[in-house]
């Protein structure tokens, strides 16, 4: 018999989106539980919040243009929740080698790349900046031209464990076009999972959203304590699921402040006119 502690409890949500409106039961464990462990269902609402945002766009007579081999978008600069950035580092482990050192080699190339272009403790430790410096910054790092680590023939090679911001970002303008900071037109999604992900357990208030650059995933772990991490702590999966649903409803209302241990690429691809991987 199943302990009723783990059992899958049903929890029902609602989110309205351009007009169509999500509606679901997600089947949580009804007793102590981490984000982490959640991160399964977590996807599964952002895409649905993608696809109806999708079918907006589709309305207008638009569709998507991203394909597999089209690996422009993957060389912006990603900010990633603390939960993924430990899921991607147990993801790493467990791949065999000879692809799990070569992608731990990718992993160092790009740290490489950002320290030599001078933006390595900027990105991981960057101030409560403006938004125009935070602009700037992501621009420049798109600039490096430095891939995602995980791209493998310039297509995504850990696709179902893509964080929630990659499947937030669909653009519906010419593929070409996204080698470039000019003139793309992106799918705009108006309640940001990544956010809500990433403002977990946040005290109430607090206004910088923390995040993880995904190209320096292994320097941000080295900084880490080895003790259980205090940003997500067992609770149960009811609770959990019901401030991420909070946080995600929130998400839309005004941009996020970028900091403490953030990436940038929010901001950055403001001046293109489209909603950025974010």
Not at 100 to 115: D, K, L, Q
Not at 154 to 178: D, M
Not at 235 to 241: A, D, Q, S, V
Not at 243 to 249: D, G, T
């Amino acid at each position: 018999m199943m302990d009723p502690v783990s059992a899958p409890t049903p929890v029902p949500i609602e989110l309205t989106i351009f007009g169509g409106t999500l509606r679901a039961r997600v089947p949580v464990p009804a007793g102590p539980t981490t984000a982490g462990d959640l991160l399964t269902p977590l996807r599964a609402i952002t895409d649905a919040v993608v696809a109806l945002s999708v079918k907006s766009v589709e309305r207008e007579g638009r569709s998507v243009s991203c394909r597999a081999g089209c690996g422009a978008c993957c060389r912006q600069l990603v900010p990633i929740s603390r939960v993924e950035a430990r899921r991607l580092l147990g993801v790493i482990e467990a791949m065999p080698d000879p692809r799990g050192a070569a992608v731990r080699e990718r992993f160092r190339r790009a740290a490489e790349a950002i320290r030599a272009a001078g933006l390595s403790d900027t990105l991981l430790h960057p101030r409560r900046e403006k938004i125009e410096s935070l602009r700037e910054l992501g621009v420049d790092y798109f600039r490096l031209g430095v891939p995602c680590p995980f791209l493998e023939d310039e297509s995504c090679g850990i696709y179902e464990e893509r964080p929630l911001i990659c499947r937030e970002y669909l653009v519906t303008s010419p593929a070409e076009r996204c080698a470039t900071l000019d003139d793309v037109k992106g799918v705009p999604v108006p309640f940001k999972p990544s956010i809500a992900l990433s403002r977990l357990g946040e005290e109430p208030g607090r206004e910088v959203v923390a995040f993880v650059p995904l190209a320096q995933l292994f320097e941000w772990a080295a900084e880490q304590p080895e003790t259980p991490p205090a940003d997500d702590p067992p609770r149960p999966g009811p609770e959990i699921l019901g401030e991420f649903m909070e946080r995600l409803s929130q998400s839309g209302a005004t941009p996020p402040v970028i900091g403490a241990e953030a990436a940038v690429g929010w901001a950055a691809t403001r001046r293109r006119g489209h909603a950025p991987p974010g």
